[in-house]
Nanobody, 124 residues
Framework: VQLQASGGGLVQPGGSLRLSCTAS????????IGWFRQVPGKEREGVSC????????HWTDSVKGRFTVSGDNANNTVYLQMNSLKPEDTAIYYC??????????????????WGQGTQVTVSS
């Protein structure tokens, strides 16, 4: 399984980006795809994943109402739409398979494969 996150770039505050997660060797099922981000020197943060309790989408608090996730089965792609971007959204973004939000850990955990990340920089 090879995953690849793409679509990152430099954007001004308030702008939008759409990240794509594509895969070879496996059919992506977007509720099982998690999005993470990491700033150098800081812990990786789970941005979005599906709850193991009720199947709802868990979002990290800082992106609620600004980010959405969707899937395109025909193109085997999962998207992370990021709107109203802020400088604090600057990070390397990753997608991963078989990811759930567990109430036990209160975090997104991936039991699958990770893709190469894509850099998102929000700056004026």
């Amino acid at each position: 399984v090879q995953l690849q996150a793409s679509g990152g770039g430099l954007v001004q505050p308030g702008g939008s980006l759409r990240l794509s997660c594509t895969a070879s060797g496996v059919a992506l099922h977007y509720p099982t795809i998690g999005w993470f981000r990491q700033v150098p020197g800081k812990e990786r943060e789970g941005v979005s994943c599906t709850s193991d309790r009720d199947g709802s989408t868990h979002w990290t608090d800082s992106v609620k109402g600004r980010f959405t996730v969707s899937g395109d089965n025909a193109n085997n792609t999962v998207y992370l739409q990021m709107n109203s971007l802020k400088p604090e959204d600057t990070a390397i973004y990753y997608c991963a398979t078989n990811t759930i939000y567990t109430t036990a850990t209160m975090s997104c955990i991936s039991f699958g494969s990770w893709g190469q990340g894509t850099q998102v920089t929000v700056s004026s």
